[in-house]
């Protein structure tokens, strides 16, 4: 009887585990795709005729569909910053991009989402591009991740492989880039004065695989694999459900697809062999068809384990498309800025292309499946959201993000009297801002990597869009430098010049400091090296598969 008394004890308990599941309310389990680099008009559900992406539109078109869904800045590092931590990036310091071999990062009195929700219980992963910092103190299992799996930063920091699909041959050796992002990134105003391309030190010239688990940090390979990514990230994530299916969780998918790579990869882009040449779209259309194949693959997950009605999944971008990449950049939809007389109005600008993005959020029973909301939310405020929903108060800061479950779940209107959208490290204040059905810019200049003949404009009074009637941004309403006499948008004006003012006011912009080097770091060695006696190769030369 000793012996089986445990046995049948543990087996009444894991019944009455099996009977008390959480509530869907009860600290939700909780994915956020983010998907790098997408534009407004990507996706099969904003309407690309030949994008495939049947998991994001199914999501989608069975949720709720965000039509104003704006990042916290126009590039990366930035909007990484507002995302993880529900403040602007210029509040934090964290500048619009950092490199891979520079020595500071989100600063560390920042809470991130993840630490937040360690509070309440929750189980953290994060798979794929970081971009918050590289040294070890900056990488997610010290902010509040139990685990993590990807690239630090963008696909282009670097060379990469991509083990051939033809079986019968090798792959190409490397050619070398001839032109590189750091000058545009220097140009609108993104990089720290002390950041860019190190040739004196080797962990910025090739891509490395990051795994971190149980306070261990490796470096699965370096250059990585292109062709064989997406797998590695596929069975991670699905891991890390099966294994945290009793808990609450956050997974955070900030995938390394669909930047751009360096240009030793075909047409900059790459995909798995499963996937290449798949889509009518090209190059583009195979790797945002991957991403949306690792998607799938967490909803059959969530589904399996019987995990879908306590999980709500969002979905948006960083920022808009690169659009200087061409057809391997993507695309900002109907969010033209027709006005601004250029064609470069995505990623790096905060005309609607650059900071606009396809969003939706996705809970069975608790989201009203097939409607969309056009009220205004933002990266900022994922933060405040999850706290609220895991019943955890705000830490004693300032937060410019607000709570969104209620537009979520149609319990309310967006918390958003103004949002401020900044750009660069301009310290004259916020570039651009909705109010209501109002976009007003006091600032415009063309996206990341410029355009001939394309320059930046200052506007007093901004000029103005009805964004709601005018997401193009092609019929201002405020022209000359003139106040229109029309008493409603003059009223318009005046509610937007004091709030900038206010904002301003109240704004103090962040500084970083680099903490003290610890073990092996120093001057040209804060780069991420698998072994600096190989030059930081340990996987074989640079390739691409054609």
Known sequence: MQSVLPRLAWLVLAGAGCCMAREAVDRPNIVMFFVDDLGYGDLGFTGHPTTHTPTFDKLAFNGKVLTSWYSGCPVCSGSRAALMTGRQYVRTGVPGVFGPTVNVGLPLNETTVATQLKKAGYATAAMGKWHLGQRRMFLPAARGFDQYLGIPFSDDMGEARATSCNKTCESDEATKETYHMWENYREGGFLLKQDGPNA?????????????????????????DFTTLASKYKAYVTDFIEKHQTDPFFLYMPFSHVHTTAGNQPQKQYAGCNFKNSTKRGMFGDALAEADWIAEAVVQQL????????TLILFS????????????????????????????????????????????????????????????????????????????????????????????????????????????????????????????????????????????????????????????????????????????????????????????????????????????????????????????????KPSNEK
């Open 303 to 310: 589904e399996s384990l019987k995990l879908d009605k306590n």
């Open 317 to 540: 971008s960083d920022n808009g498309p690169w659009m200087v990449q061409g057809k391997s950049g993507g695309s900002p939809g109907l969010h033209y800025g027709r006005s601004s007389g250029y064609w470069n109005v995505g990623k790096g600008s905060t005309w609607e292309g650059g900071i606009r993005e396809p969003a939706f959020a996705y809970w069975p029973g608790m989201i009203t499946p097939q409607t969309r909301s056009s009220e205004i939310v933002s990266s900022l405020d994922l933060f405040p959201t999850l706290s609220a929903l895991a019943n955890l108060p705000l830490p004693d800061r300032v937060y410019d993000g607000r709570d969104m479950s209620d537009v979520l779940l149609d319990k309310g209107a967006s918390k958003h009297q103004f949002l401020w959208f900044y750009n660069g490290a301009d310290p004259d204040g916020p570039h651009a801002a909705r109010y209501g059905q109002y976009k007003a810019h006091w600032k415009t200049g063309p996206g990341l990597g410029g355009c001939t003949g394309c320059k930046q404009l200052v506007y007093d009074p901004p000029l103005l869009f009805d964004i709601e009637q005018d997401p193009s941004e092609a019929y201002p309403l405020t022209e000359n430098g003139t106040i229109p006499s029309d008493p409603v948008i003059s009223a318009v004006l005046q509610a937007l010049k004091k709030g900038k003012a206010d904002e301003m006011g109240k704004m103090v912009y962040g500084k970083l400091v680099a903490p003290p080097d610890g073990p092996g770091e120093g001057k040209d060695k804060y780069g991420i090296c698998c072994d600096r006696s190989k030059g930081c190769d340990c996987n074989g």
């Open 200 to 224: 004196n030190d080797p962990g910025g010239d090739f891509l490395p695989l990051v795994h971190q688990v149980n306070g261990s940090t490796t470096v699965l390979e370096q250059p990585l």
